[in-house]
């Protein structure tokens, strides 16, 4: 069974950081992308990183370049969402997801991220 298990959440005030984990079970983890996918309150999902199978190669979405980053470790099945300087407009569920043939085909059940003073 796939299962994708995301934690690190948590309030934070706006200029701070945290970092996302995710980990994976039921497959072979080196060999997907994953991607990282989030929601605000009432708002639609909105993609925000990925990352090759190898880790060697990353894409983020205009609203988070230089502020967040996105890597992994294949040996733990785990991959990581470090944000840094995080905005109160930041504040979404954030779901771990994996890729296969362009599709997102596994999610996590996400873990909330909230930017407030």
């Known amino acids: 069974e796939v299962q994708l298990v995301e934690s690190g959440g948590g309030l934070v005030q706006p200029g701070g950081s945290l970092r996302l984990s995710c980990a994976a079970s039921?497959?072979?983890?080196?060999?997907?992308?994953m991607y990282w996918v989030r929601q605000a309150p009432g708002k639609g999902l909105e993609w925000v990183s990925a990352i090759n199978s190898g880790g060697g190669t990353t894409y983020y979405a205009d609203s988070v370049k230089g502020r967040f980053t996105i890597s992994r470790d294949n040996a733990k099945n785990t991959v990581y969402l470090q944000m840094n300087s995080l905005k109160p407009e930041d504040t979404a569920v954030y779901y771990c997801?994996?890729?296969?043939?362009?599709?997102?085909?596994?999610w996590g059940q996400g873990t909330l991220v909230t930017v407030s003073s």
């Open positions: 039921g497959f072979t983890f080196s060999s997907y992308w």
């Open positions: 997801v994996r890729g296969v043939g362009g599709a997102l085909d596994a």
